[in-house]
């Protein structure tokens, strides 16, 4: 089973017998095999389950060796699921350098520029949505969940990550965020401050969270992000300073604490103890 769940558009059905199957941004059912038997969410454990966390928070680490990581802990653990060893989920915190990503079935419509010219890298990966970017200031959250140990359900599973959001923003800073209806991400107001977009296999999810906390916003006039063109695109910072009559705030402490929100509303909504780690072997800038 494969799935790949939009970083922009809201829908996502997830099928506990599907095989092989994808989802784009549109709404699209997926029809199971009669035949197979259906897969069980494990039994909770008592105690919280471990989820090591790996904090990057202030590093720019590539994309591209981000995802890398990524599959390769989704491989090992792949590896452990049919031996019931795979107990340990993962999440991982960074920024990257200015980069552009499109979905499996992104369309390059959305993008106001020659994809041979373009002002940052462009990478087309395997989670589902049309184009955004990621740069310096925007906080990357990349959980990678066994949905065996919690719900064996997508549309939980993507709701859960907006819920994380909305607590944090509203906890933290006082931001009344939301979500729209048909749409997957986080907006105050009309603008998208946080986008969410996955990849499920063999029902082990990665890919993640990107929340704008002081990113500059200029790269997303160069496309349409998500597809989305009835709607702009905002931050953390423009909205506290808005709210404070045009304060000046300080990046690094912004980041710092939408990351330790981030961190403990993701811990307590998907019940969870993180335990810190180092052993990640990534990269930084």
């Given at each position: 089973?494969?799935?790949?769940?939009?970083?922009?558009?809201?829908?996502?059905?997830?099928?506990?017998?599907?095989?092989?199957?994808?989802?784009?941004?549109?709404?699209?059912?997926?029809?199971?095999?009669?035949?197979?038997?259906?897969?069980?969410?494990?039994?909770?454990?008592?105690?919280?389950?471990?989820?090591?966390?790996?904090?990057?928070?202030?590093?720019?680490?590539?994309?591209?060796?981000?995802?890398?990581?990524?599959?390769?802990?989704?491989?090992?653990?792949?590896?452990?699921?049919?031996?019931?060893?795979?107990?340990?989920?993962t999440?991982?915190?960074?920024?990257?350098?200015?980069?552009?990503?499109?979905?499996?079935?992104?369309?390059?419509?959305?993008?106001?520029?020659?994809?041979e010219?373009?002002?940052?890298?462009?990478?087309?990966?395997?989670?589902?949505?049309?184009?955004?970017?990621?740069?310096?200031?925007?906080?990357?959250?990349?959980?990678?969940i066994?949905l065996?140990?919690?719900?064996?359900?997508?549309?939980?599973?993507?709701?859960?990550?907006?819920?994380?959001?909305?607590?944090?923003?509203?906890?933290?800073?006082?931001?009344?965020?939301?979500?729209?209806?048909?749409?997957?991400?986080?907006?105050?107001?009309?603008?998208?401050?946080?986008?969410?977009?996955?990849?499920?296999?063999?029902?082990?999810?990665?890919?993640?969270?990107?929340?704008?906390?002081?990113?500059?916003?200029?790269?997303?006039?160069?496309?349409?992000?998500?597809g989305?063109?009835?709607?702009?695109?905002?931050?953390?910072?423009?909205?506290?300073?808005?709210?404070?009559?045009?304060?000046?705030?300080?990046?690094?402490?912004?980041?710092?604490?939408?990351?330790?929100?981030?961190?403990?509303?993701?811990?307590?909504?998907?019940q969870?103890?993180?335990?810190?780690?180092?052993?990640?072997?990534?990269?930084?800038?």
């Amino acid at each position: 089973m494969v799935i790949s769940a939009p970083l922009c558009h809201g829908f996502l059905p997830f099928s506990a017998v599907a095989k092989e199957s994808s989802a784009c941004s549109r709404r699209r059912r997926l029809v199971s095999p009669p035949a197979a038997a259906p897969v069980q969410s494990l039994p909770r454990r008592r105690t919280r389950p471990l989820c090591e966390c790996f904090d990057l928070h202030q590093q720019m680490v590539p994309f591209a060796e981000s995802w890398a990581r990524q599959k390769s802990i989704v491989k090992r653990r792949k590896g452990l699921v049919d031996s019931d060893e795979d107990h340990t989920d993962t999440l991982i915190a960074l920024q990257h350098p200015p980069v552009y990503t499109l979905g499996t079935g992104s369309s390059e419509e959305f993008l106001h520029f020659d994809v041979e010219d373009s002002p940052y890298e462009i990478h087309r990966i395997d989670r589902g949505g049309e184009v955004t970017y990621h740069g310096p200031g925007q906080l990357a959250m990349y959980p990678i969940i066994n949905l065996r140990y919690h719900e064996l359900d997508l549309h939980w599973y993507l709701r859960s990550l907006e819920d994380v959001i909305i607590r944090a923003l509203h906890s933290t800073f006082s931001i009344k965020a939301s979500t729209v209806k048909g749409l997957t991400g986080v907006w105050v107001g009309d603008q998208k401050v946080a986008a969410i977009g996955i990849h499920c296999s063999r029902y082990i999810v990665y890919h993640g969270l990107a929340l704008n906390v002081t990113t500059d916003l200029a790269p997303f006039e160069r496309i349409v992000p998500c597809g989305i063109k009835d709607r702009r695109v905002g931050s953390i910072k423009e909205i506290l300073q808005k709210n404070s009559s045009g304060r000046e705030l300080n990046d690094a402490e912004l980041m710092d604490i939408a990351y330790e929100s981030l961190i403990k509303e993701f811990a307590e909504i998907f019940q969870l103890s993180l335990e810190p780690s180092t052993d990640l072997y990534l990269q930084p800038r």
